[in-house]
C-alpha cells in the first residue's frame, strides 16, 4: 500500500503468522523458477531466494518451491499468478497480484472485498496502465545518510533515487534488483526493507477522514488474504490525517 516502507508494527498486525510470510516466499520463488529453475541465469530468481533466506525461510522450503516447477514434485499444485484490477474509496486505483492453485477461490474472495466496501473489480487494464512493476528499496537514512547513498548509486543499475522523511528509496528493474542489492551488501549498508511494487505513474489524495479509513482498511482486508502477494496503490494521505486514522483503527481494534 502507497510506496513507503511496511513499518514492523504493521507489517506483524496483518502477517500475524510468520507461516503466511514463508508462503509468499515459497509461492513467489516457485513462480521465478518456472521461467528458469538456476538462479545463476535467472536474476529474478537468484533475488527472492536471496531475500527468502534473509527473512529466515528455510533452506528446504526454498529447495520444495523450485521442485514445483522442475517436475520432481509431483504432488506439487500448479500455481498461477493474476493480478485483480480496481477503485477503492476516493478514487484510488488498486493492483492486487495474487498467487494461487484456485483461481475460483481467489476472484470470489477478491471480488467480494471490493463490493464489500462499495468497489468494483475491474477488467484487465482498467488501472494497470497507469503502474510501473519494480523493485523498491528502502535504506535508513538516520544510519545511512541520503547524501552518501546519492554519491554511489551511480556505480549500480538503479533508476531512481528519493529523499522521504527518515528513508531513502531506491528504484529498480525486476533484472536489477540483485546486483543492486549485493553491491550494498558488500559495502555492509543495510537494507532497511526491499520489495517489489507497481509504482504509480499519478497520485491520487484521500483528504476525507471517512474515505481514508475505509481506503485503509479495504487494503488491510486485501493483505489478509491468503492468496494475495501484496497490494499497489496511488494514494497520497497527509501524515495528520493517516495518524489520525491509524489510532482510530488502534483504538477500535479487538485484541484477544
Known sequence: MGRGPVVQARKMAVNSE???????HAKLIALAAQKWWNPDDNASLAALMHKAKKDGVPNDTIDRAIKKWTGEDKD???LSEIVYEGYAPGWVALMVPCITDNKNRTVSNIRHIF???GWNMGESGAVSWMFEKKWIIFIDSKIHSYASIEEIIFDT???NIESIGWYTKITCALDDYHDVEIFFEEKNIELFESKIDYVPNNDVEIDDFDKALKFKKMV???EEDEDVSFVSSNEIIS???D???EAFIEKNTFRT
Do not use: R, T
Request: hydrophobic share 40%.
Open 243 to 245: 495518524s489520525e486514522v
Open 76 to 78: 506439487a499444485a500448479q
Open 115 to 117: 463490493s464489500k466496501y
Open 220 to 222: 488491510e482486508a486485501f
Open 18 to 24: 510468520k507461516g503466511k510470510v514463508f508462503s509468499l
Open 239 to 241: 501524515d495528520d490525517l
Open 157 to 159: 543499475n538503479a533508476e
